[in-house]
Structures are given as structure tokens and as C-alpha cells.
Nanobody, 116 residues
Framework: QVQLVESGGGLVQAGGSLRLSCAASRFSVSARTMGWYHQAPGKQRELVASITSDGRTNYADSVKGRFTISRDNAKNTIYLQMNSLKLEDTAFYYC??????????WGQGTQVTVSS
């Protein structure tokens, strides 16, 4: 069955950078719109960035200008380059289809913690 595996999270100081990866199996990330979502404790999971099959990108206002979503079709992988990280970016990050996620596709996510 479809598997989406997120990686690349960690602890970083405010102003720093991380690159997250989402590796897909039995699923083609090039065939549909894919997105990165984040979820902080006590909050709903929210779409942060998305990329369509033809390469159009969209970002939540909170990350616009700081985050970049990209896709490597050969590796069947979605990336999220996160720069100028802020404390409020602290959350678990997940990938899935966008803007509507498929429940069964949710992976374990990867934790991003931004410190002072």
C-alpha cells in the first residue's frame, strides 16, 4: 500500500534552516498535487505548502518567502526547504496529497523544533 515517509527534522536555532524529505512508495508524487502539512500541539493539522503536477507552488502566508517546496520525480520524493526558521514553526511535519489529504496516507511525520 501507499507509504509516505518523512525525514529531516530536528532541533535548530531560530534563523536556521532545515530540509525535509518525503519519500513515497507505491505512489507517484508527480501525478497529483502534493503538500506539506504541520501540526503543533493542540492545533489542527494545516497545509503549509503544495506543489502541483505541473510545478505550480502555493504557500501559507506564515511561511511565504521562507519555505520552498520542490519535487524530484526520479526519486519520487517531495522536499521542503525551510529557511529563517521561527519559534512558531515548531511542529510535526507531514506530507500528503493536497489540498485534500488521504487519511490512509499519513505517515509518522518528522519533528521540527526551533529554539531561541
Amino acid at each position: 500500500q501507499v507509504q509516505l515517509v518523512e525525514s529531516g527534522g530536528g532541533l535548530v536555532q531560530a534563523g536556521g534552516s532545515l530540509r525535509l524529505s518525503c519519500a513515497a512508495s507505491r505512489f507517484s508524487v508527480s501525478a497529483r498535487t502534493m503538500g506539506w502539512y504541520h501540526q503543533a500541539p493542540g492545533k489542527q493539522r494545516e497545509l503549509v505548502a503544495s506543489i502541483t503536477s505541473d510545478g505550480r507552488t502555493n504557500y501559507a502566508d506564515s511561511v511565504k518567502g521562507r519555505f520552498t517546496i520542490s519535487r524530484d520525480n526520479a526519486k519520487n520524493t517531495i522536499y521542503l526547504q525551510m529557511n529563517s526558521l521561527k519559534l512558531e514553526d515548531t511542529a510535526f511535519y507531514y506530507c500528503n496529497t493536497a489540498p485534500i489529504a488521504v487519511r490512509a496516507y499519513w505517515g509518522q511525520g518528522t519533528q521540527v523544533t526551533v529554539s531561541s
